[in-house]
């Protein structure tokens, strides 16, 4: 099977470029001394999380109970499920761990702390603690720290955090700053708790750029990253990757030309509406144009519309997209986890345009 057999829209996965990325991030953490629990929202797929977790502990990170229990059903049980639990949720994270999964939970909450102690399941349980990002997470001086660990009791194992505000960084040493704020953060909690006579047995940090800036992880016992395994345009222009290093593209098939650009069966549902790369040095619009053989052939030709099944490419003169209707190329993904998030599987090639394997995802929660 070739990329030309295949149906458009389709996600394509280059397993070469795909384990470099894996490679690189391992070697970075295992220079700072610091295992992996390597994100999955983003992969979604079993055969993804057997090359990620090679050479590593063996935990993952999830964010839909639909990827908890997906990975579980393959053989991976130790899951940090890490989205606020709702007392609501128990139940469902008690059969998955009655069934032989280790769930690991987060809140930042007094009254759904008191509900993990007083559930049967009573999971294991992690503070979310806020490193800057302004989004869930108490601050480490917050005096609800020690009360929800009290209210915890033996389900508290530790904190976590996740400095999502490195996406604002533009430099490497933007990353790095960031990188010891979170350090910093979830390690001062940390320490409150213990002080206080608590277990903080885990210290999870991570994000993809932090984790790949990072200068020192001293007193983390792990971190979690995931786009790092895929890249995309925004990763490449804030440094997280080099523009070589985008593992999965958007197939799709030249349904219309006009002059100075070109529509394509590739929309808004199968490239994502996210605009990451907006206020980015460069703005990829919904994706940028590559040949079939995934290379910048095309230059500056960049989705600028995208409608819900149509992308409009807008070319540049001098480099035109000379393509018939039912022609092929590629999109890189301007944010490769919304980008995937509607497809099912991956098309798996190694380099060339041939498909050596079909790797299936999960979605849903």
């Known amino acids: ?19 470099r990325n894996l490679l690189v991030m391992a070697n970075t953490l295992k220079r700072l001394g610091v295992p992996l629990r390597p994100h999955m929202k983003t992969a979604k797929s079993i055969d993804v999380a057997r090359l990620a977790l090679e050479g590593q502990p063996g935990g993952i990170t999830v964010s839909t109970l639909a990827e908890a229990e997906y990975f579980s059903s393959h053989g991976i049980t130790d899951i ?44 294991r349980t992690l503070i979310e603690v806020d490193s800057g990002e302004e989004r869930g997470g108490l601050l480490p001086s917050d005096d609800r720290l020690l009360e929800i660990a009290h209210r915890l009791g033996s389900c508290l194992v530790g904190v976590m955090t996740h400095a999502g505000h490195s996406y604002s960084g533009r430099s490497v040493s933007d990353m790095e700053r960031v990188a010891l704020q979170e350090r910093n953060a979830v390690n001062e909690a940390a320490g409150r708790l213990r002080q206080a006579g608590h277990r903080a047995d885990i210290v999870s940090a991570g994000s993809s750029p932090t984790a790949r800036h990072a200068q020192n992880l001293t007193g983390l016992t792990e971190v979690r990253a995931g786009v790092y395994m895929f890249g995309d345009l925004f990763q490449a222009e804030i440094g997280t990757h080099g523009a070589d290093s985008i593992a999965v593209t958007v197939l799709t098939s030249v349904i219309g030309r006009r002059p100075g650009r070109v529509l394509v069966d590739a929309g808004g549902l199968a490239l994502s509406k996210d605009r990451s790369t907006q206020d980015a040095p460069v703005d990829y619009g919904f994706g940028l144009a590559l040949d079939l053989a995934g290379r910048p052939s095309y230059g500056a030709a960049i989705v600028r519309r995208a409608y819900q099944e149509h992308g409009v490419i807008e070319m540049e003169p001098a480099r035109p997209i000379d393509l018939p209707v039912g022609g092929r190329l590629r999109v890189a993904p301007n944010h490769v986890c919304m980008t995937a998030a509607a497809h099912d599987r991956y098309y798996v090639t190694d380099g060339g345009q041939d498909v050596v394997a079909v790797w299936h995802r999960t979605n849903g929660w």
């Open 1 to 19: 099977m070739n990329l030309t057999d295949l149906p458009t829209p389709c996600l394509v996965l280059d397993r070469g470029i795909l384990k």
């Open 80 to 123: 940090l499920y890490a989205v606020g639990i709702t007392p609501q949720k128990l139940d469902q994270i008690g059969k998955l761990n009655a069934a032989g999964a280790d769930i690991i939970v987060i809140t930042d909450d007094l009254d759904t702390a008191a509900a993990i102690a007083a559930h049967p399941a009573r999971p």
